[in-house]
């Protein structure tokens, strides 16, 4: 069983940036790609970024391409996502999740784990 907690969401101004953490509990989080989802009111969950169980290999969205950072510390058991250049379509709230099977994949069904979410509002 793997527990996630997310942490570093709050308001910022447009153009601004938040760093967010995800902490996981359980002596295998190194061998689990993790990844980054969101969802805004209305809207359906949608995939952000994902990363392999190393960190040598990252997957983003198209539409936070260039913008945001995925990361993992393994030592430390934890992902982050780096935000920068924020846009008021980035409001959401925002999920980590793991997949036990490393695929890094930008598909919502092929995570095992979920955290129960940070909220990002991002004010124009």
């Known amino acids: 069983q793997v527990q996630l907690v997310e942490s570093g969401g709050g308001l910022v101004q447009a153009g601004g940036s938040l760093r967010l953490s995800c902490a996981a509990s359980g002596r295998t989080f190194s061998s689990y790609a993790m990844g980054w989802f969101r969802q805004a009111p209305g809207k359906a969950r949608e995939f952000v970024a994902a990363i392999s169980w190393s960190g040598g290999s990252t997957y983003y969205a198209d539409s936070v391409k260039g913008r945001f950072t995925i990361s993992r510390d393994n030592a430390k058991n934890t992902v982050y996502l780096q935000m920068n250049s924020l846009k008021p379509e980035d409001t959401a709230v925002y999920y980590c999740?793991?997949?036990?099977?490393?695929?890094?994949?930008?598909?919502?069904?092929?995570?095992?784990?979920w955290g129960q979410g940070t909220q990002v509002t991002v004010s124009s």
């Open positions: 999740a793991a997949d036990v099977n490393n695929r890094y994949s930008g598909s919502y069904y092929e995570y095992d784990y």
